[in-house]
Each structure stands twice: as structure tokens, then as C-alpha cells.
């Protein structure tokens, strides 16, 4: 027992002087130096070593070894392109890592949805649980009066809490924010206030990653077991509802292949785009309730999964679904043709084909008799693929490149070259703007997109000078510099053109008042030599 606690003592100092290393190294990078952007990326990879260090078993064990590994990916992608999605999976994944040595494995998604549900919201409160906890066994240890040890863990939360709120109502209340700027306090100025602020928060992330807190009880999967009896569902039902799904979905499907290939004229006053642009997403919400339907009707073991009707009919119709998310995919496409492509629109085609594999996932569990769990990680895993992908491979570039390639303006075809589109692109659209001024273009219009691109091109210079690196920026400077041969152009005026790169209109004289009811307007005064 008294090893058992000085091996908790132990740790619980190695713990403290790693946090303490960790705030320290932000202190200089946020604080000192003021970098952001894809130094988060070079930080996220700082707290996994001092993950690793604190908690060998990361190491030793083989799953968490590997979800440290993707969570040093997604820390690269931070330092590559930081943005909320590499944020999102770099603290999914070391949050796994930290928790593994007390678990079995990686079992089921929902299972590790809930652990770390649980884990993300103890770890609000910081290494506060933990003082209080230690306090109290030095109190039972030593049966001594309360002292300063146990007073400082009780002050922590409500002295940090309130310095916190006093600060986000600062941020929102011009009136606190100026009573701040005046305060002069001997010793204590708004520069120290932030500074533990920021200490705070990176002790807070730290302490949460290096301490896991382990949910007592998690809900496992349901799987469907078929001897479960729901109302409404039978064998009768089942079958007579494939039947008139499968007649209404080949009136959809038939419809739409006859639209949207061509082969029949779309009715009067509708145009292709139209058309293309209301049904795509409602059609993956179909596929979607289509997918639910055979997973709660026709759960492995039920009475309706075992009647071969049945089976052959869910083929037909999950046929049909795949079918539909095609065409809802051509809808888009079609879409895209007629307008522009966007970061969203290449995001929902990314989306229906995870429908669709999912749509065949549903079916292979059917018919192979898989468990919910299965079919939960081989969709999550699909789903990672994707999102991973996704860090790494810049959309916003994709869509500028196609935009540009596919305009009227440049290859006679297509929709209308949309340079405010490109202009709020930032960064990502650079290169394919300078590709652009390239061209023969028409003097207007390569004038235009010299304005667009030099004022691109100054914000990322701008950018990346003020502390907010990314290797991708940097990346696309040098790129920029070389394309140029060195000459970027002259800065342009604040303010000086629009998003498209025209000047401004002209403002309108104002207009002079109108004379008051029953006062003379005075005759203009004449001078000598001017005609009376």
C-alpha cells in the first residue's frame, strides 16, 4: 500500500513538471514570440511527447501506440494547414490515445463516442478534481489541520472561473474593456492578466490530455437481435412495404434518368439547373431513411430477414438507393456546370458517396449477418479516411482551379468567372489566379484579375509576416515568387477596388438642400466683365 502511493506520488509530480514544461513552451511560442497558425500544429506534437513521457503505457500498448500515431498526423496537418477539422480529429485521437492502456481495444465507435464524451467533459475542470483529491488524502494521512495546501485547491475554480467570465464579459462590454484599459493597479497591467489567462487555458488542455478519467459505464451497441418484437413490423409489413417502395422508386429513378440523361425534354419553364438544384439533398435524406428502415426491419434473426422475398427485395431496393444517390450526385454536377463549383458542393459529393458505400455496408451486414458494431466502424472508418484526406488536400484550391478552368471567359464555356468568389478564396486561390494572369486575356478582364490577385497575394504576404505560418502559405509564397520571377507588383491602395477587381463608382455630388417655404433664393453674385 505505501509503495502503491508513493508510485501515485510519483506520477502525480511527473505530471505536474511536464504541464509545467508544456505551459512554459506556449508561454513563449503564443505569448513571447505571438506566432499562431501552424505552430498549433509544432505545440499538438509537444503534448504528445509529453503524453508519452507521463504515460509510458501509451507506448507499450499497441492501440494507443497507433492512435498516438494518428494524432501526430493530425498534428502535422495543423502545422500544414491549421483549421477546425485537424483540430477536431488531432484531440479525437490523443484523447483515445490516453485512454487505451485502461481499456480492451478499440471495440465499437459508440462505445468510444462515449468515452470520450465523458473524458472531454471531466477535463473541463482541469487539475482541479485532482488537487482536491490529494488534498484530502494528505488530510486522512496526516490528520492536521487545514492549511494552506488544502485552502489553495478550493480557490482555484471560482478564482480562475470569474477571471475568466470578467474576461469574456470584457471582450463583449466596451464599457469593462475601458474601465481595463484605465485600471493601474501597482504591478498588475491587462498584458499580465492575459498572460495567465493564456496560462490558465494551456494548463487546462495539458493536465486534460495527460490525465485520463475513465467513464464508469458505457451503453453498449444495440444489435438488432431479431427476437426483440417491434410494433408494426412483421413479416406481412415488411414485404408489402418493399413492394410499393420499390414501385415508387423506380417512378423517381425513371424519372430522373430520363431528365437528367437527356432522353425526354424537361417540363415547360424549368431549366436543367433548376431541376439539378431542388432534389439533391433531399434524395440522400431518402437514402438515408432507406438505410434506417432495413436496419431496424430486417435486424439479423428477425422473421422478415429470413424469408428469401424479402432479402431479394432489400437487394432491389438498396439497388435502387445507390441508384438514386447517383443520380442525386449528377444533379450536382449538373449544377456545378450551370454555376460554380464551392467548397460545399465538392463537401456534399464527398457525402453521398459515404452514403453510398454505407448503403452497401447495410446490405453486406444483412446478408452476412454482421453485428451493429461492425457496421458502426467500418462507416467511422470510412468516414476518417475521408476527413483525413480532407486536412491534407486544400478543397478551397480545388474549387478555384476548376472555377477557372471551366469559365466562359476562358474556355468558352460554362458559368461566369466569379472573382469575388476567388478574391474571399484568401490564399488558396493564389496560384490559380496567377496561372489566370498568365493568359491571353482580354486587357479589362486581365486587368481585373491582377487587382484580385495582387490584393490575394498582400494578404498572405500579410499574413504569414504577422506570426500566422502555415508550411501550406509558405509553400504557395515560394511558389508565387518563382511563378513571378520575383516581381509581385506594386501593393494596392486601401480601399481602392472592389472584390472583383473594378474601382469603386463614383460617389454622387449630394444634392443641395430644398429652399424653405417662402425664402428667396439669392441671385448669384456677379463679377466685373460677366454678362448681366
Avoid at 120 to 129: R, S
Avoid at 433 to 444: D, R, Y
Wanted: glycine share 8%; proline share 6%.
Amino acid at each position: 500500500m505505501a509503495f502503491a502511493s508513493r508510485r501515485w506520488r510519483g506520477a502525480w509530480t511527473l505530471k505536474v513538471v511536464v504541464v509545467a514544461g508544456i505551459v512554459a513552451l506556449g508561454d513563449v511560442l503564443f505569448f513571447e514570440l505571438e506566432l499562431s497558425g501552424g505552430t498549433f500544429g509544432f505545440y499538438g506534437l509537444a503534448l504528445l511527447m509529453a503524453l508519452a513521457l507521463a504515460q509510458p503505457a501509451v507506448l507499450a500498448q499497441r492501440p494507443a501506440a497507433i492512435a498516438l500515431g494518428f494524432a501526430a498526423v493530425y498534428a502535422l496537418a495543423m502545422a500544414f494547414s491549421p483549421g477546425p477539422l485537424a483540430w477536431l480529429l488531432f484531440w479525437t485521437a490523443a484523447g483515445m490515445a490516453t485512454l487505451l492502456p485502461r481499456t480492451h481495444g478499440f471495440d465499437d465507435g459508440w462505445r468510444w463516442f462515449q468515452r470520450l464524451a465523458y473524458h472531454g467533459l471531466v477535463a473541463l475542470a482541469g487539475p482541479v478534481p485532482d488537487l482536491w483529491r490529494r488534498a484530502r488524502a494528505v488530510k486522512r494521512r496526516g490528520h492536521r489541520r487545514a492549511g494552506l495546501r488544502d485552502v489553495v485547491p478550493v480557490l482555484i475554480l471560482p478564482l480562475i472561473g470569474t477571471a475568466m467570465f470578467f474576461w469574456l464579459f470584457a471582450a463583449a462590454n466596451p464599457v469593462i474593456e475601458r474601465w481595463l484599459a484605465t485600471l493601474n493597479a501597482p504591478g498588475i497591467d491587462a498584458t499580465m492578466v492575459l498572460r495567465a489567462l493564456l496560462w490558465t487555458v494551456l494548463t487546462w488542455f495539458a493536465w486534460g490530455l495527460l490525465r485520463p478519467h475513465m467513464a464508469r459505464r458505457v451503453f453498449g451497441t444495440f444489435d438488432g437481435d431479431g427476437s426483440t418484437s417491434i410494433p408494426g413490423i412483421s413479416p406481412a409489413s415488411v414485404l408489402l412495404s418493399l413492394v410499393l417502395f420499390n414501385a415508387l422508386f423506380v417512378v423517381q429513378n425513371g424519372m430522373d434518368a430520363a431528365w437528367l440523361w437527356g432522353l425526354m425534354p424537361l417540363p415547360q419553364g424549368m431549366t436543367l439547373a433548376e431541376y439539378a438544384h431542388r432534389g439533391a439533398y433531399p434524395l440522400v435524406v431518402t437514402a438515408l431513411l432507406a438505410a434506417l428502415f432495413v436496419l431496424v426491419a430486417l435486424r439479423p434473426g428477425s422473421a422478415p430477414a429470413a424469408i428469401p422475398a424479402v432479402r431479394r427485395l432489400v437487394m432491389l431496393w438498396i439497388a435502387q438507393n445507390l441508384f438514386l444517390v447517383y443520380n442525386a450526385a449528377l444533379r450536382t454536377v449538373d449544377y456545378v456546370e450551370a454555376f460554380s463549383l464551392t467548397v460545399l458542393r465538392i463537401s456534399a459529393l464527398l457525402w453521398m458517396g459515404l452514403v453510398a458505400l454505407g448503403l452497401v455496408l447495410v446490405l453486406w451486414r444483412m446478408l452476412k449477418g454482421k453485428r451493429a458494431a461492425w457496421l458502426i466502424n467500418a462507416n467511422l472508418a470510412a468516414a476518417a479516411a475521408v476527413l483525413t484526406m480532407a486536412c491534407f488536400v486544400d478543397l478551397r484550391t480545388v474549387a478555384a482551379r476548376w472555377n477557372i478552368a471551366h469559365a466562359r471567359e476562358v474556355d468558352g464555356d460554362g458559368a461566369m468567372l466569379d472573382l469575388c468568389y476567388l478574391d474571399g478564396l484568401g490564399g488558396s486561390a493564389l496560384l490559380p489566379l496567377i496561372e489566370l494572369e498568365g493568359q491571353a486575356l482580354p486587357a479589362p478582364l486581365h486587368d481585373q484579375v491582377r487587382h484580385v490577385r495582387l490584393a490575394v497575394h498582400y494578404r498572405l504576404i500579410d499574413q504569414v509576416a504577422q506570426g500566422e505560418w502555415d508550411w501550406l502559405s509558405q509553400r504557395r509564397l515560394n511558389a508565387a515568387e518563382r511563378m513571378l520571377g520575383g516581381k509581385i507588383g506594386p501593393r494596392p491602395a486601401l480601399g481602392g477596388m472592389m472584390c472583383n477587381g473594378l474601382p469603386f463608382p463614383p460617389q454622387p455630388a449630394p444634392l443641395a438642400p430644398p429652399p424653405v417655404e417662402g425664402q428667396t433664393v439669392p441671385a448669384a453674385k456677379l463679377t466685373d466683365g460677366e454678362d448681366r
